[in-house]
């Protein structure tokens, strides 16, 4: 998802039965509706779809993905997923969610899906992931009015011994 200028993202030659014009147009189509209209998020949306709402054909939106890309729909799809998904697992207002939970709530259709897709675009699962990326928790010691009556006499008999 590295952002290109105009002059970067559009090769040299472009397919011929497109022409620069219309793979241009095709490019902001798709960006517009799978980017800014976030349908990513739906796990329903398919190619077939978008080439409807772009009234074009499948040809022409894999020409699109593939010179103006570098990838593939389904790819293109999984990398907002994951960078999605990647800020939800460290934000703690999505720390009572699970990983699977998330994995849904960015669009992937199924657990199975989601785990594959972040180990190949990210190098670890969703759960190394969040322990790797989380602020470590405070952690509270609670003890017992036992234990600390037992622990005050050893700080005592430790100063104790100090000061003699």
Known sequence: MNKKTKTQ??????PKKIGKEMTEELYG?????????????????SALQLTKDLNTNSRYISAVFHYCMGKNYNRFL??????D?????VDSKYSQY???????????ANRQCFYLAFGLLVGETPRAYRLRHSAPKKRWII??????SFWCAQLLCFVAAKIK
Do not use: H, Q, W
Request: glycine share 6%; hydrophobic share 35%; aromatic share 12%.
């Open 29 to 45: 189509g798709v960006i517009d509706i799978i980017v800014n209209k976030k349908k990513y998020k739906d796990p329903n949306y």
């Open 9 to 14: 993202l559009f090769p040299d030659s472009y």
């Open 143 to 148: 003890l017992c009015s036992k234990d600390l």
């Open 98 to 108: 699970t990983a699977e939970e998330i994995g849904l709530m960015v669009g992937f």
């Open 85 to 89: 998904a990647k800020k939800m697992l």
């Open 78 to 83: 999984n990398e907002y997923r994951i960078e």
